[in-house]
């Protein structure tokens, strides 16, 4: 499957964005589908993830503020970012746990 990630952009501190990752192929099958990050001189980590039944994990930094779903019927995993913050800067990376990676969308939050 491919997966082509979209929505990143250049906000504000406590901006808001959407990232949206739309597959290839349909993703009802797919057990866990989650995003990751990587900012400069970084590491990539995982923001959060979510498996078919609807559980998610966020990372302690983005709790109850970044909202992890996905649409089943549209192919696509989504990332709602609220209370943006500079920290929050990197390029984010949606993933299937089956190998693929989207192509990254690049995501700045400055003033």
């Known amino acids: 499957v491919q997966l082509q990630a979209s929505g990143g952009g250049l906000v504000q501190p406590g901006g808001s964005l959407r990232l949206s990752c739309a597959a290839s192929?349909?993703?009802?099958?797919?057990?866990?589908m989650g995003w990751y990050r990587q900012a400069p001189g970084n590491l990539r980590e995982r923001v959060a993830s979510?498996?078919?039944?609807?559980?998610?994990w966020y990372a302690d930094s983005v709790k109850d503020r970044f909202t992890i779903s996905r649409d089943n019927a549209k192919n696509t995993l989504y990332l709602k970012m609220n209370s943006l913050k500079p920290e929050d800067t990197a390029v984010y990376y949606c993933?299937?746990?089956?190998?693929?990676w989207g192509q990254g969308t690049q995501v700045t939050v400055s003033s």
């Open positions: 993933n299937d746990y089956r190998g693929n």
């Open positions: 192929e349909s993703i009802f099958s797919i057990n866990v």
């Open positions: 979510i498996d078919r039944g609807g559980d998610t």
